[in-house]
């Protein structure tokens, strides 16, 4: 592995690329300093989204609008360690081209790729991964059962009810696993049938249907006999298992494979539900399926979750165009993940909100799905409002470049969104994302197209909504005074739940942050202490953490660096459950500050560790005069207390610890 910097593994689904990849990265672990890094793609549908995916999984977060690859390359450079893509069978080409890129950007990274086929790009190692060894006429391993017979043996005993195989039965499993190529998910789906019948009746069954193929025309496969042995095998088992199900497990297979990247059952239940299928046989229909091994379940922070693998979804894919039940299964997902991304909304400023982060979390993949489904439908608002909808979960969760490009894409010109409330909420949810990244040009442009819209529908939401976008521009672009016109025309009285009532309380963030500017600290203290105490009524985390943030500038402000650590410090602890990067950044940078004359050595190591997060951002301090001018001023006082080698080294120390790592220390440490 250390040898090649690129190596691929080749082979047919479910002959166990995933798992050796996996393993292999654990064995070289050591090699590479800069850790293992795997990269999931299947879920990813366009070539253009696989940079995405590797920046994701690197969990960078530029928040700028440069393209994801030149993010990635700039930041693998100096980097030494392993990507390990998996799945790259569907995007070969596009992989070839982002793997060349990186190689010669970063001459310390090396590449594992998984793929039905070579991405046929210079400098590739190439490695067939062969089925697992199976026992023949002369035996094997001295006697000893072969590799997929003990798989066959272990699963069988893992199978509900279990099945305990004995030493008269090698025979007949050595017989089934030779059947079966060794494939391992052909093995472990005959095995999980066990529970359900005889060892001999499965042996005899698997005999029967290859005899069958091997005279007849498959139309799924083509004839038998011109088809890759291993590749037959494990779909003629695939084939024969969907046989074996129910009727009604085989339409819950066939609708369940519309679902990208796993899903929840109120999911399944929701989109599957249909005909013969009601809504309360499907938490049975996704255990007996688990029990075939048909689906995978995981037991998460928020409840089950499934997912398949891609050879079963892909089966199961084949039946859903075979059903003509394609297009309405793709149509259901799509309405499902459109009111949940309306759900969230209303209720993410409350109690639940760690939950909702989770959970959109797990769902990124189908949410990034049904937007696409959004986007290709002739229709522009279900795509305007899906995309303005999870305003909250690209900006409070640490996914702005989508938080941009989605908003941008349903408003584009050639879509001829209509000039309506959806359009107008789409347009100052992509104004509040560029704030954020520092686009202040394209958040005054929304900003033109917005206020006329606003004026015609006097829909006072939007008006308040558009109010915060232009406040956050004129503050973080150095004009308090006007930033606090603006919104001194915000209501008294906050709304009582939703997107309105985050507004409101980002308002009085903005208010706060604008009197602190103006150096008017009573006022910005007051703001802060009225975000603080609607966020807590509310039960709102992220709000209440930004609170904490501007009342620890203004006790900076008024010489209390005690008290600015400890609110920082809570704001950073609630800031990380979410992942807003940005406002972790600048509480880092806030705890750097109100530590130089207590602690200056670990003052300049949280410094260190605010400049690598910065830098994972993007934008140094999002270009903000005062956020540069403050982590300046920071460093320059430390070093005359420390010394330029003390302090050096302290910084270094937080600079190469790693964000995640580094962030922990500091929140252990307090």
């Known amino acids: 592995m250390t040898a090649h910097r690129l190596v691929t593994l080749t082979g047919p689904g479910g002959v166990g690329k995933s798992r050796l990849s996996r393993h292999a990265g654990t064995e070289v672990r050591a090699a590479f300093p800069d850790g293992v890094w795997l990269v999931e793609l299947y879920p990813v549908r366009d070539a253009e989204m696989i940079a995405l995916g590797v920046y994701e999984a690197l969990r960078l977060s530029d928040q700028t609008t440069r393209p994801a690859l030149d993010v990635v390359a700039e930041w693998l450079a100096d980097k030494q360690l392993l990507l390990i893509l998996d799945c790259c069978e569907h995007l070969t080409a596009g992989c070839a081209d982002l793997v060349r890129v990186l190689l010669a950007a970063a001459p310390g990274v090396h590449v594992l790729a998984t793929s039905r086929s070579a991405l046929q790009t210079r400098g590739e190692r190439v490695v067939p991964v062969l089925p697992l060894p199976i026992t023949t006429g002369a035996g094997c391993c001295d006697g000893a059962p072969a590799d997929a017979e003990l798989l066959f043996t272990q699963r069988a005993a893992e199978a509900s009810p279990p099945v305990v195989l004995a030493e008269r039965d090698s025979a007949a499993v050595a017989e089934i696993c030779a059947r079966l190529e060794g494939i391992p998910l052909a093995v472990e789906l005959a095995a999980a049938r066990l529970a359900e019948t005889s060892l001999n009746e499965l042996g005899w069954a698997l005999h029967t249907r290859f005899e069958f193929l091997a005279r007849q025309s498959d139309s799924a496969y083509g004839r038998a006999g011109e088809a890759d042995p291993r590749h037959w095998a494990l779909r003629t088992t695939i084939g024969w298992s969907h046989e074996l199900c129910s009727p009604l497990e085989r339409l819950a297979w066939t609708r369940l494979s519309v679902f990208v990247g796993g899903f929840e059952p109120e999911a399944a239940q929701w989109v599957c539900t249909g005909g013969p299928l009601a809504s309360r046989q499907v938490p049975g229909l996704l255990d007996r399926l688990v029990d075939h091994c048909v689906l995978q379940r995981a037991d998460t922070v928020c409840g089950p979750r499934y997912s398949m693998l891609d050879t079963i979804r892909e089966y199961g894919q084949e039946w859903l165009a075979r059903l003509e039940e394609e297009q309405p299964l793709r149509e259901r997902h799509r309405d499902y993940y459109r009111q949940l991304a309306q759900a969230g909304d209303h209720l993410w400023a409350g109690p639940e909100q760690v939950d909702w982060s989770e959970r959109l979390t797990a769902e990124h993949a189908n949410l990034r799905e049904a937007l696409e489904s959004c986007l290709a439908d002739p229709d522009p608002l279900p795509a305007l409002e899906m995309a303005s909808d999870l305003w909250f979960f690209w900006t409070g969760c640490g996914f702005l470049r989508e938080g941009r490009a989605y908003p941008e894409r349903a408003i584009a010109g050639e879509r001829k969104a209509p000039q309506g409330p959806q359009l107008l909420r789409a347009l100052w949810s992509c104004g509040h994302v560029a704030n954020m990244q520092g686009d202040f040009a394209r958040s005054a442009a929304l900003e033109n197209t917005s206020w006329p819209l606003a004026d015609r529908f006097a829909d006072p939401a939007a008006t308040a909504a558009l109010r915060y976008v232009r406040g956050t521009r004129l503050v973080m672009t150095a004009r308090p005074d006007q930033a606090l016109d ?67 500038m203004a006790a900076l402000a008024n010489g209390d660096p005690t008290t600015a650590h400890r609110h920082a410090r809570d704001s950073l602890a609630l800031k990380w459950q979410l992942n807003d990067t940005f406002g972790a950044a600048v509480d880092l940078d806030t705890m750097a500050t109100s530590l130089i004359a207590s602690a200056p050595e670990r003052a300049a190591r949280l410094l260190g560790t605010a400049d690598s997060l910065w830098h994972s951002i993007g934008r140094n301090r999002a270009g903000v005069p005062e956020f540069l001018a403050t982590r300046n001023a920071c460093e320059q006082q430390l070093r005359e207390t420390l010394g330029d080698a003390p302090y050096a080294t302290a910084h270094r120390m937080g600079l190469e610890a790693g964000i995640d790592e580094g962030i922990s220390y500091f929140l252990r440490l307090e």
């Open 486 to 552: 603006v919104c001194r025309a915000s209501p008294d009285r906050p709304p009582a739940r939703g997107s309105a009532l985050a507004i409101w309380l980002l308002t009085r963030g903005i208010t706060s942050y604008a009197h602190l500017l103006s150096g008017e600290i009573a006022h910005a203290v007051a703001a802060a202490d009225l975000m603080r105490e609607h966020s807590e009524h509310h039960g709102d985390l992220w709000l209440r953490a930004y609170a904490l943030y501007f009342l620890a």
